[in-house]
C-alpha cells in the first residue's frame, strides 16, 4: 500500500488536508495523526474491518482495547451508557486535554474498540490538528499510539513512518507533539476513580479535585497484581537491545551506573546510557549517550522520553543503562513508562 506523507500546520490545519483524511476514514482506512500526547492511528470508530485494520497494522494483541477520541462534549454522551459523576467532573475540568476516562459503554460501541469489555475508553484531544481530523470524519475516530506494538510511542510523524510505511494510507504531520506521553487513563466505573495509566493530568492535579484517587495496584513495579488496563500488562516502549533501570538515591545512582558501565566495558559490552543533561560529562565513554533532559525539567524529559528510547535503536548497544526520575506530578508517567521499557528490570540503590 501507498502510504501518503502530508504535512499540516498545527496552528492553522489545511482544510483540504483535513477534508482528503477524513474521508479516507470515511471510506474505512486508517490515517496517522498527530495529538498533544503521542501520534494516534485512526479509524473510524463505527467500521469493524477498519478496526481490525488497526490490529493488523500494528501487531496489537486484540484483547488491548481502543480509546474514542472525540471533539465535542455531547459525543461523550453517545459512547456513554451512562456517564459517573468522577468522569463528568474531570472531563470538565480537563477536556480537552491528555486525560482518558472509562465509562460504561453505550450500544453503540463496537465490540473491536473494547475487545469486548462494557466499558469504553474515550478521550477529547487538545490537537487542533486531532479535533478537525474528528469533525471531517463526522464519527468518533478510535485511535491507539501509531507505533508497531511493542514499540516506543511516535512522537514525531518520521517516527510513524519509520514503523507504518505501506501499511496505512495517510500520515498527518503536524510536527512533535508538545506532552511526548500518551494521556492519564482513569476509571471512572469504580467507587473511587482509579488511574490505570499515568499521563500529562498528574496524581496530583486529580486528587485535587476529586478528593480521593486510588493507583491501579497493577501498575507499581514489585506487584504481582496484573493491572486493570490490558495495554499495560505488555513489555512497551522498548528498544531492541535491553534496559537496565537504576533508582533511588541519585548519588547511589550515579556511582552504580559508572561501576556498571566500566564492568560491562570491560566484558567488550557496547553500552549505552540515557541519562540526564547534567551527568553528560560525569560518565565514562560509552557507545552510545543519550541524554534526556534536565531534571529540574520533569516536562521535558517526557518530552524527550520516547524519541531518545528509539534512538538506540539506530546504535549497536548490547544493553541500555537508565536513570529513574523523582516520582512526581509528570515524573510518574516518566517512571512508569521507563519500568515497562526496562521489563521490570529494577536496580534500587
Ligand atoms: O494519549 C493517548 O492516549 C494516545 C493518543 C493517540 O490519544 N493513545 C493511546 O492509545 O495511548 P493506546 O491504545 O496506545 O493505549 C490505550 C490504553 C491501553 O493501555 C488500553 O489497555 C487502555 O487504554 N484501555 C482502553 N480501553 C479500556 C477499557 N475499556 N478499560 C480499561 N483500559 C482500557
Ligand atoms: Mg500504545
Redesign the pocket.
Known sequence: MYTAFQKISSIDPDSQVIAQAGKILKDGGLVAFP?E????LGASAYQAAALRNIYAAKGRPSD????L?IADFSMLNELAATVPASAKKITEAFWPG?L?V?VPRSHKVLDEV?GG?D???V?F?SSLIAQELILAAQVPIA????NLSGRP?PTSAQSVLEDLDGKIEMILDGGDCEIGV??T?V?CTTAVPTI??P?GITYEMLVELLGEVVVDPGLSGDSQAIP?????KYRHYAPVAPIVLFEGNPDNVRQTIVQQVLYHTAQNKQVGLLVCDEWKELMPKVAALVTYGSLEKPAEVACDLFESLRSFDATTVDIIFAQGIVERGIGRAVMNRLRKAAGHKIITV
Not at 500526547?37 to 494516534?40: A, E, F, I, L, S
Not at 486493570?228 to 499495560?232: D, L, T
Open positions: 495529538t500526547t503521542v501520534y494516534g488491548n482495547p481502543l480509546i477520541h491528555p482518558t472509562i473494547t469489555l466499558t469504553v475508553a478521550r484531544p485511535a491507539p499510539s501509531a510511542s500518551e494521556s487513563v476509571d490505570l495509566r499521563g486493570k488496563a490490558p495495554g499495560m
